[in-house]
């Protein structure tokens, strides 16, 4: 029997994902399997969804429709639902559509590997489904706090309850550079109060904590990261692979930090796809093969 997937977001043709999936299949000695790209927008996930024939087994979603993916499954793990966020869905034998967030784990994986620990403070960049996903690895990873860095203050408000839900002490901080340090301090310095007032808290830069995860779209971050302060310790993780390096990255590995790519993670959260997408354990080697050799 024919067998489909794909991975689901707008933009997606630079997406890997098919690359890294296909591979798995060949190792794998599944035959009959397909795994392409389709351009959807969030408004759109429950369209494409709903029109899908009996011949898919899943879909791996990414940005904007992560939180589009919870609202259309009829089953939900409690990972995703404590995250209100989904990159992955599931068809079941009956028909039925199961959500579950293989970014939790997969950013677990690749920050402990790059030497997280427990007790590490932890910014986050932007505000959406990939920095929920962000607060449940902090969580996992016994962060001793979050500071996430939003453009609106609405923004991080919607994070709070996940924050609570997951007994992870959350900071909100303002990202327009008007929110910086007007305190006489560093001019570098990052200004808390540019936040919510409820949130005010000594002046930090938002590169200078053990781990920096960045979720923004491609060149959010560019106008800022030259005016960061940054600290050689940090663990950099940017959800992003294409352009690589980001000015992110490329201005974190100047300042001798660690750096981790989105490729790490889209290799970790796959491979837990395609296990639940094919029912049988994944090719990891022929997989990371994969996905390295198409960034050559």
């Known amino acids: 029997m024919v067998r489909r997937a794909a991975v689901v977001g707008k933009p997606i043709a630079h997406s890997l994902s098919p690359v890294i999936h296909t591979a798995g299949y060949v190792a794998a000695g599944l035959t009959g399997w397909s795994y392409t790209r389709i351009e959807c927008a969030e408004s759109e996930v429950a369209g494409l969804v709903g029109g899908l024939g009996p011949e898919w087994a899943g879909l791996s979603v990414t940005m904007p429709g992560k939180e589009a993916a919870l609202a259309v499954a ?7 639902a404590a995250v209100g966020a989904a990159n992955t869905l599931v068809r079941r034998p009956d028909g039925s559509w199961y959500a579950d967030n ?3 784990t997969g950013m677990v994986e690749v920050l402990t590997a790059a030497g997280v620990r427990a007790g590490a403070t932890v910014t986050v960049l932007g505000a959406g489904g990939t920095a929920r996903a962000a607060l449940a690895a902090a969580a996992r990873l016994g962060a001793a706090g979050v500071t996430v860095v939003a453009r609106r203050a609405a923004a991080v408000d919607a ?4 924050a609570a839900a997951l007994d992870l002490p959350l900071t909100g901080a303002g990202w327009d550079p008007a929110g910086w340090d007007r305190t006489g301090g560093d001019p570098a310095g990052w200004d808390r109060t540019g936040g919510d007032p409820a949130d005010r808290g000594p002046t930090a830069g938002p590169a200078d904590c053990d781990v920096l995860v960045s979720t923004v779209p491609k060149g959010v971050a560019d106008p800022l990261v030259s005016r960061w302060r940054w600290r050689s310790s940090t663990v950099v993780f940017d959800a992003l692979y294409d352009p690589w390096p980001t000015p992110l990255a490329a201005a974190a590995q100047a300042a001798g930090c660690r750096v981790v790519s989105g490729l790490d993670l889209l290799l970790a959260q796959a491979v837990g796809q395609f296990e639940q997408f094919t029912g049988v354990p994944a090719p990891v080697p022929a997989m990371r093969a994969a996905l390295l050799a198409a960034r050559r």
């Open 74 to 80: 009829d089953e939900v793990s409690p990972l995703a």
């Open 102 to 104: 293989t970014d939790v």
């Open 159 to 162: 994070l709070r309850p996940v």
